[in-house]
C-alpha cells in the first residue's frame, strides 16, 4: 500500500513524498530509518488517485524536454541529483509532473537506483528513456545522458509539431466538408425531397434516387453514426493490442504510394535516433537493437531490428551483413551501416541519417498535403454538384410545363 508523508530532517528541512509498505507501522519504520521525523502520514487510495487522474493531466512531450534539460543544467554546475529533483519538485506545479518527482525522489531516499521509476512507467517515458537513465547511471555519466534525451526529445517535438502543423488545413477541410455534406444529405435534401414528392410531381430517375438517399439517411443517420463510431473504437483498441491486426493495418497502408513512403521513413527516422542514443551510451549493440525494436512503434521494422540482433549478430554476422539481409531498409541505408561499422563511428553517422529523415518526412507530408487538398475538394465538390443537379433538374422540368 501506498502512503504519502510530510516528515522533517534532521537539519530541519520539510520534505514530503509517497512510501510503499504493508501497514502504518512499517511506513513508520521505513521513515526512521531513512532518519525523518514523520509529520502526517495518510494512506493513498489507488482507485480515488485514478478517479482524479483526468483532472491532474499527463506527462507530455513538452514535460519530459524540460525535465531532462533542467536535470542536465542542474547536473552539470554540480548540483547533486537528490537536491536537484528537490528544485524541480519545488518549482514545478503541474500534479501529473509532480508525482513523478516526488516518486523519484522517495526512489533515491530509499537508496533505490535513479532509472527505477522511470522504468515504472513506460507509457510516460519509454523503454529508452529508462534504459538510457540506467546505462548513465551505471557509468556516472547522467549530465550528458540528459544532455543526449534533451536534444532527441526537441527534435522529436519539432518534427511532430511541424507534421502535425502540415496536416492541420487537411484534417479541418475534412471535417468541415462531412459536417456541410451531413447537413445537406441529412437535413436540406430531405425537405426539398418531401416538396417535390408531396407535391404531385414526378422528378426523373436521377433525382429520386438522390431525394431517395436523403431521406434514408434522414431516418437512419444516427444509427448509422453510433455503428461507425463503435467500429472505430473496436478498430483502435485492436490496433493497439494486437500487434497481428496493427501489422493487417499498416500493411493495408502500405498499399498506398504516397502513405507508404512517410511511415516508412517515419520509422527509419525513430530508428536512427534511436539507436544512435542507445549507442552512445554506451550500450551494447544487440541490447540496444532489442531496445529499439520495442520503441519502434512499427511493427515491420520491429521484426526486422529482432532478426539482425538474433539470427544475424548473435550468429557472427556483421552489422552491414545483418542489415543487407533485411528488405525493410534501404540499401543506402544498409551500406551505410557497413561502412560506419568499419570507420568505428556508428553513433555519428546514425545521428547523420536520423537529421536526413527528419527533412524527408516534412517534405514527403507536404508532398501528401498539396496531393490530399485538391482531391478532397474535387470530392466535395462533386457531391455538392450531384446534389445541385438533382434539385435543379426536377425545376426545370416543372417550370418548362408552364
Known sequence: ??????????????????????DMTEALATLGKNQLKPVSL???????????????GKMTLTDLVFMSKYLSLMLKVGTGLLEAINILVADIKKPAVRDILLEIRTTLEQGQPFYTTFAKYPRVFGSVYANLVKAGEASGDLEHVFEDLTEDLTKQKDLKDRVRGALIYPILLLIGSVLILSF??????????????????EPPLFSRIVFSVGLFFSDYGIYFLGIFLVLVVMVWRLYIASPFFKKFILGIFAEIPLIRDVVQKIALQRFASTFSSLIRAGMPITDALEITATAAGNVELSESLMRISREGLMKGLTIGEAFKREPFFPQTVASLMSISE???????????????YAKEIDASVKSLVSFLEPLLLVLIGAVIGVIALAIIVPIYQLTTQF
Not at 42 to 56: C, H, T, V
Request: zero cysteines; a neutral charge; charged letters at 30%.
Open 184 to 201: 445537406l444529405v441529412g437535413f436540406a435534401l430531405p425537405k426539398i425531397a418531401d416538396v417535390f414528392l408531396q407535391g404531385g410531381f
Open 1 to 22: 500500500m501506498k502512503y504519502r508523508y510530510i516528515a522533517s530532517q534532521q537539519d530541519g528541512r520539510v520534505v514530503e513524498g509517497d512510501l510503499e509498505a504493508r
Open 42 to 56: 495518510k494512506p493513498l487510495e489507488e482507485a480515488a488517485k485514478r478517479s482524479f487522474a483526468l483532472f491532474r
Open 342 to 356: 568499419k570507420a568505428g563511428h556508428l553513433d555519428e553517422v546514425l545521428g547523420t541519417l536520423s537529421d536526413f
